[in-house]
């Protein structure tokens, strides 16, 4: 089995995709200046004489480069240019077969689509797989029934990875993987063990073939890859730090939280940019929440302009206790383009039980582009659980909750790779690892509409510090300073009922300060 080959970023070719002004040769040549690490030659329909020519091609180029060149499918080219491997289908040569006629030296990859499929590969001796399809591409025609989506793509690479044995296993996935998506196809995709195994790159095609420079679309591509490897290390070492003793590490959270919420108060002259698309009912205290808590709103709802605020944005929200055609095309246009900048999205997925729309769209929302938080009462966690344990009634949950608040909110972290925050009269906080209760708050919250929303506004505010090292840490800032101004307008003599609760509301979370956050915060760590 071959294994010094890098799968990092792994280009398909596509010579149809390739501009009158270059030939392929040119494009996978500038494709690798840009970063491109192994390059598959795939050609469905030319003849085998002119197969071999444009083979020789390009592995003139990937030799200059010291880049592994695979044929897909033709073994019969692979073996006459003698090619570094071949890639091979399900319905193409036998993989024992291809193996005897190319021998152990040469790399020989396996597409599959199934648990099945790689189980099968790797017990064959593939030197790594191909696993698709993971989002609609234009490349190929591609059944509903075979679009994996990221978390369906990583079931398959745990399975690989639980039958591996003593061989090493690796693998990429394929199928609409592109410069706005491939943060969150690494990030969700890797797999649950005790190094929170990432996949070992991405498969494209039109992402670099059918750009205008293949060399920067490369250059990009690489740079979010090492973003996202970047960001699962980080996640791994904030983890470990958190498995300490349970005594000690709840000491260094709490002391952790008092931090983040210092921050963003100190940054309060230079304030976080935190883009709202959100109901209609809550806009303006959505806004107001923010700016007294030491962010600064931006109400951009319109597609047209989310590419040139994107730049500018630390955190984007998104809330869908009101939508219309406008504000979902607006919603999937600014996600889009806060995965291209890695700026963490807040997810509230109000109502989710009550249509099917809202629950087609949520998991839209989480398969296309993922989320670094969750924000949900009992009833909107267990619709996107897909249990009735919680019901709902409106935007309302019904009920005591689940009668395991911890397992609940767990499994819908490590499900999607995000934190999890399930707001009630005790909030949970969990990012799939370590989960953290919440016993701040008041009664009052539930009595004026929009406190809940209120809570996605907070906690996009401060996950925006610390996104990238210890977004657990930014959640649980947000949900404690959020409840505890609620605790401070309540015993207020001033506040008389819901109308002056409100307005106290707001003024307690402007007055704030991290001496009432390090002595108030009620906390603590569950697993």
Not at 73 to 78: G, T
Not at 194 to 203: F, K, M, N, T
Not at 463 to 481: M, S, T, Y
Request: charged share 20%; proline share 3%.
């Amino acid at each position: 089995m071959i294994s010094d080959f890098d799968l990092t970023l792994y280009l398909v070719t596509d010579s149809q995709m390739v501009p009158k002004t270059k030939t392929l040769a040119q494009m996978v040549k500038e494709a690798i200046e840009g970063g491109v690490t192994i390059v598959q030659l795939r050609e469905k329909t030319t003849e085998t004489n002119d197969f071999i020519t444009l083979a020789k091609s390009i592995q003139q180029v990937t030799k200059k480069h010291n880049v592994p060149l695979l044929i897909n499918d033709r073994i019969d080219v692979a073996l006459a240019i003698d090619a570094d491997g071949v890639h091979i289908g399900q319905d193409d040569m036998p993989l024992d077969m291809a193996r005897r006629l190319l021998g152990n030296k040469k790399i020989i990859g396996v597409s599959v689509k199934s648990s099945g499929e790689a189980i099968d590969a790797i017990k064959g001796g593939a030197d790594y797989l191909g696993i698709g399809t993971c989002f609609d591409t234009a490349t190929k025609q591609v059944s509903e029934g075979d679009l994996r989506g990221p978390v369906g793509i990583r079931e398959i690479w745990q399975a690989a990875l639980d039958t591996g044995g003593d061989k090493p296993v690796r693998a990429v996935t394929i199928g609409g993987v592109n410069t706005y998506n491939a943060v969150h196809v690494l990030h969700c995709t890797r797999a649950q063990t005790p190094e929170s195994r990432a996949l070992d790159g991405i498969a494209v095609v039109s992402a670099i073939m059918a750009a205008s420079d293949p060399r920067d679309a490369a250059k990009t591509l690489r740079k979010q890859i090492n973003f996202a490897l970047c960001e699962s290390w980080l996640a791994k070492q904030q983890r470990l730090l958190r498995n300490e003793s349970s005594r000690h590490a709840e000491a260094t959270v709490r002391q952790a939280v008092v931090d983040v919420f210092t921050q963003v108060r100190i940054s309060s002259s230079q304030r976080a940019l935190i883009q709202h698309i959100t109901n209609s009912v809550v806009t303006n205290d959505s806004a107001n929440t923010c700016l007294a808590l030491g962010g600064s709103p931006i109400m951009a709802t319109s597609d047209i302009e989310q590419k040139d605020l994107a730049p500018a944005i630390s955190a984007l929200l998104i809330n869908i206790g009101t939508i219309d055609q406008e504000h979902l095309k607006g919603m999937r246009a600014a996600m889009r383009e806060a995965q291209l900048y890695n700026t963490p999205i807040v997810l509230d997925p109000v109502a989710i039980g009550a249509s099917e729309f809202r629950k087609t769209l949520v998991h839209g929302f989480l398969r296309d582009f993922g989320v670094h938080v969750i924000k949900g009462n009992a009833g909107e966690i267990a619709s996107l659980l897909d249990t009735k344990e919680v019901q709902m009634r409106g935007v309302d949950s019904l009920g005591s909750g689940f009668a395991d608040p911890v397992a609940a909110v767990k499994a819908l972290s490590l499900r999607y790779r995000c934190i999890v925050v399930m707001t009630g009269v005790v909030d949970y906080v969990s990012d799939g690892i370590t989960t953290f209760s919440v016993h701040n708050g008041h009664f009052m919250q539930g009595c004026i509409t929009g406190s809940g929303c209120m809570v996605g506004t907070s906690v996009a505010t401060f996950v925006q510090a610390v996104a990238h090292q210890d977004p657990l840490v930014g959640a649980l800032a947000g949900v404690v300073a959020i409840n505890l101004a609620a605790e401070h307008a309540a015993r207020r003599p001033d506040v008389k009922g819901p109308g002056t609760f409100r307005q106290a509301f707001f003024d307690e979370m402007y007055n704030i300060a991290p001496d009432d956050i390090h002595s108030e915060m009620q906390i603590r760590r569950l697993s």
